[in-house]
């Protein structure tokens, strides 16, 4: 019997087409086992995670075009995906990410994030991931130490691990993440101190360590990343001073370092750097006068150096300033008379008590 020359055609056709959206075997197997250790109750996500053509049908995985291997993970518990809406309800995963997630070799975005129940500690083969560009691991309850070899993901742009409760210390060979933009740590149990070389980071833009239990001083080499643009080490166990060149970074726009145990006097810079507009140094034991630097292109959105021990009048340079949102120098040794002018004719007195003997509105008259 001889076959029609149009149904050979198509035939051909579809085995082509097949073969080309259907993930190789191994990455499938690997996505399975990655399943296989997790539990999603409510959602149902996993559903999708059936059949052979995992490049296109299961939920949060893709892959490249032009090698059909899976390139992306992405499953976020807080989404406005329509399988959240119809659930009305976030997300909530129990289990642990299996190292088999490391045979996906070509993967170069993993996201597990916001699914608050996910334990056990991040996979150490991680780090033979050779292409991975993002790693959010955030708002789960993952324990154990950052991998030791973290430093090996070159290509590495987002490193975010929040939210969770990873201990240890940060491991020295995050220095070599030559590619890093984003490192966001806040809200774990991080002990230790920051690496000194930490400035090698030299496409960082955001260094987040907030609420961990980080001691030692603030490396002065932080201030050589030109383009870090927001620092946020509140609520650690910092102590010594804060570097002087933290004045003069280019485009730092919000510095937090409040709740620690920083001591000396505050860099006149800070005030008198333009670009920044939130200042939170409140809940150390900062010492000194203010220094008298505001100026027309002073703009802060919000400025916080409450609960410290700096002493001194309240400088008037302070009325020159283009804008000044919200302050607070409130628990300090300040004395003297509180400026008339904007922006202190609309702050309220809290603003301003428990200091040594300031007066005039909106506290008692001289």
Same mark, same amino acid.
């Given at each position: 019997?001889?076959?029609?020359g149009?149904?050979?055609t198509?035939?051909?056709?579809? $085995? $082509? ?6 993930c190789q ?5 690997a996505?399975?086992s990655?399943k296989?250790?997790?539990n999603e ?7 999708t995670?059936?059949g052979?053509?995992?490049? /296109? +049908?299961w939920?949060g ?12 993970v992405?499953?976020?518990g807080?989404s ?7 659930? #009305?309800?976030t &997300?909530y995963?129990? #289990? ?9 070799d ?6 597990i ?6 334990? &056990?500690?991040?996979p ?14 955030? #708002? +789960?309850?993952?324990? &154990?130490?950052i991998?030791?070899?973290?430093g090996?993901?070159?290509r590495?742009?987002v ?5 969770? @409760?990873?201990? &240890? ?12 933009? =984003?490192?966001?740590?806040n809200?774990? @149990? %991080? ?8 400035g090698?980071? /030299?496409?960082m ?9 980080i001691? #030692? @001083?603030?490396? !002065?080499?932080l201030a ?9 080490l !509140?609520m650690?166990?910092?102590?010594g001073?804060?570097? !002087? @060149? $933290? ?5 730092l ?6 709740s +620690?145990? %920083?001591?000396?006097?505050i860099?006149a810079? %800070? $005030? ?11 809940? +150390? !034991?900062?010492? *000194? =006068?203010?220094?008298?630097v505001?100026?027309p292109?002073t ?5 916080? %150096? ?19 949102? =919200?302050?607070d120098?409130?628990h300090? =040794?300040?004395?003297g ?7 202190f ?13 300031l007066c *005039?509105t ?5």
């Amino acid at each position: 019997m001889q076959l029609n020359g149009n149904f050979l055609t198509a035939a051909v056709v579809l $085995f $082509f087409a097949t073969a080309a959206t259907a993930c190789q075997p191994s990455d499938r197997a690997a996505l399975l086992s990655f399943k296989a250790a997790l539990n999603e109750p409510y959602l149902g996500i996993f559903d999708t995670w059936k059949g052979e053509e995992c490049c /296109t +049908n299961w939920y949060g995985v893709s892959c490249d075009p032009e090698t059909k291997r899976v390139a992306d993970v992405v499953l976020r518990g807080e989404s406005e995906d329509k399988i959240f809406e119809r659930a #009305g309800r976030t &997300g909530y995963m129990t #289990g642990s990410i299996s190292p088999a997630v490391c045979g996906l070799d070509r993967l170069t975005t993993l996201v597990i994030a916001d699914w608050k129940a996910i334990s &056990g500690e991040i996979p150490e083969c991680i780090t033979t991931l050779p292409r991975l560009r993002i790693l959010d691991l955030i #708002g +789960n309850k993952i324990s &154990g130490k950052i991998p030791a070899d973290i430093g090996k993901l070159s290509r590495l742009t987002v490193l975010n691990l929040a939210d969770n @409760q990873i201990s &240890g210390t940060i491991p020295p060979s995050i220095v070599n993440l030559n590619s890093l933009m =984003h490192l966001e740590l806040n809200n774990n @149990q %991080l002990t230790g101190e920051i690496p000194s070389d930490i400035g090698k980071l /030299t496409m960082m833009s955001r260094f987040l360590l907030r609420r961990n239990q980080i001691s #030692g @001083q603030i490396p !002065s080499s932080l201030a050589s990343i030109y383009r870090l643009a927001d620092i946020d080490l !509140s609520m650690n166990l910092l102590s010594g001073p804060i570097p !002087s @060149q $933290f004045g003069s970074m280019p485009v730092l726009s919000t510095l937090n370092l409040d709740s +620690n145990r %920083l001591s000396g006097e505050i860099p006149a810079g %800070l $005030f008198s750097n333009s670009g920044i507009n939130i200042l939170n140094l409140s809940r +150390n !034991s900062f010492e *000194g =006068h203010l220094p008298d630097v505001f100026s027309p292109k002073t703009y802060f959105t919000a400025i916080d %150096l409450s609960h410290n021990n700096l002493r001194g009048a309240i400088p008037r340079s302070l009325s020159a300033a283009r804008y000044i949102g =919200h302050m607070d120098l409130s628990h300090n =040794h300040l004395c003297g008379p509180i400026p008339s002018e904007s922006p202190f004719d609309r702050l309220g007195s809290s603003s301003f008590a428990s200091n040594d003997c300031l007066c *005039g509105t909106p506290l008692k008259a001289c």
